[in-house]
């Protein structure tokens, strides 16, 4: 199954009532019985990976255990330089040592 989240369609802070107003929503729209014959086996897999989403994410306990297995969302690294003043100090140092040889 892919990301839970992604598969409801909620953010990751999502309260209960989100989730299963997504997931109500979601399976309205993408029920097995709602489609056409040709997409039906599409469709019913579709439909268990949301009912699977649905009973992670419903359940604290599980979805604790979820949260903590993921590794938080990318951030940008920065690197801690020197500050803007410290930076116009060590230019004019180092033009001074210049200056002097």
């Given at each position: 199954m892919n990301d839970p989240y992604r598969v409801l369609g909620v953010r990751r802070g999502a309260t209960d009532d989100e989730i299963r107003t997504a997931y109500r929503r979601r399976a309205k729209a993408i029920h097995p019985d709602t489609v056409?014959?040709?997409?039906?086996?599409?469709?019913?897999?579709?439909?268990?990976?949301?009912q699977e989403a649905y009973a992670l994410l419903s359940d604290?306990?599980?979805?604790m255990a979820l949260d903590q297995s993921r590794p938080a969302p990318w951030r940008p690294f920065r690197r801690r330089g020197p500050s803007e003043e410290e930076a116009v100090e060590e230019f004019f140092r180092n033009l001074l040592r210049s200056m002097m040889r």
């Amino acid at each position: 199954m892919n990301d839970p989240y992604r598969v409801l369609g909620v953010r990751r802070g999502a309260t209960d009532d989100e989730i299963r107003t997504a997931y109500r929503r979601r399976a309205k729209a993408i029920h097995p019985d709602t489609v056409p014959e040709l997409r039906r086996d599409e469709a019913t897999r579709r439909f268990q990976d949301l009912q699977e989403a649905y009973a992670l994410l419903s359940d604290p306990k599980l979805r604790m255990a979820l949260d903590q297995s993921r590794p938080a969302p990318w951030r940008p690294f920065r690197r801690r330089g020197p500050s803007e003043e410290e930076a116009v100090e060590e230019f004019f140092r180092n033009l001074l040592r210049s200056m002097m040889r």
